[in-house]
């Protein structure tokens, strides 16, 4: 599975939009891009997923490059309870058997009042 | 969503004794599921892929005489610590994948276990 990079940490401002960016720039043409938090002393909580075309569900929206090679993870109105590690992790999908996540440092996302 | 769950969430044990952590999925078939360790300010490590009715798969370095795995089911898994050691604490993470979809892991709870 492709290695990711990701800030350390970033803050946010409640309400407003939150943009954690993830560079991936050994990704292979089938391998998606998954994102996960996890708030602290919790399980990871899955938030999306994507092979190349943009998503959006009820958490965020996920923005892939045309190369593939970075994305960014959009939480459109932070909130207090957004505090958490986000990851950004890249696996092979439809591989036909379940596959183990690799996770990163990942990035401390702090909303702030 | 899948809920998978963890039990105990927390335990506290004396050096040398075995504790058993469940993992269990509480609306799907699991037919994999995961067992993850993580220590403080760090990140999730693998430790072991658990399948149905097989014998689990071990991380390098991770003992499997130690951290024994059963999988009898399709919705239980379980991990015993055996002769637990103060270094073996820690936050004890378990994910199981659906029978449908295997794009998702379903993460549970954690449990957290201190070796006194």
């Known amino acids: 599975d492709a290695k990711t990079t990701q800030p350390t940490s970033m803050d946010c401002a409640e309400g407003r939009a939150a943009n954690l960016p993830c560079n991936h720039s050994?990704?292979?043409?089938?391998?998606?891009v998954y994102w996960y938090r996890q708030i602290h002393s919790q399980g990871p909580q899955y938030i999306i997923h994507?092979?190349?075309n943009n998503e959006t569900n009820e958490m965020a929206s996920l923005i892939i490059t045309e190369d593939r090679k970075s994305s960014t993870l959009i939480l459109p109105h932070a909130t207090l309870r957004d505090t958490a590690v986000y990851y950004c992790?890249?696996?092979?999908?439809?591989?036909?058997?379940?596959?183990?996540?690799?996770f990163g440092s990942g990035t401390q996302l702090t909303v702030l009042p | 969503g899948a809920v998978v769950s963890q039990h105990p969430s927390r335990v506290i044990c004396k050096s040398g004794t075995s504790v058993k952590i469940e993992c269990r999925s509480l609306?799907?078939?699991?037919?994999?599921m995961f067992w993850y360790r993580q220590f403080p300010k760090q990140s999730l490590m693998l430790m072991a892929t658990?399948?149905?009715?097989?014998?689990?798969?071990?991380e390098q370095g991770v003992e499997k005489d130690k951290f024994l795995i059963n999988h009898a089911s399709l919705t239980l898994s379980t991990l015993t610590v055996t002769s637990a050691h103060p270094e073996d604490s820690s936050f004890y993470i378990c994910?199981?994948?659906?029978?449908?979809?295997?794009?998702?892991?379903?993460f549970g709870p954690g449990t957290r276990l201190t070796v006194l």
């Open positions: 994910s199981a994948t659906d029978l449908s979809s295997y794009n998702e892991q379903f």
């Open positions: 050994t990704i292979s043409g089938n391998e998606y």
């Open positions: 994507g092979l190349k």
């Open positions: 992790i890249v696996r092979l999908g439809h591989s036909g058997s379940a596959r183990q996540l690799t």
């Open positions: 609306d799907f078939q699991a037919t994999t």
């Open positions: 658990s399948n149905e009715g097989s014998k689990a798969t071990y």
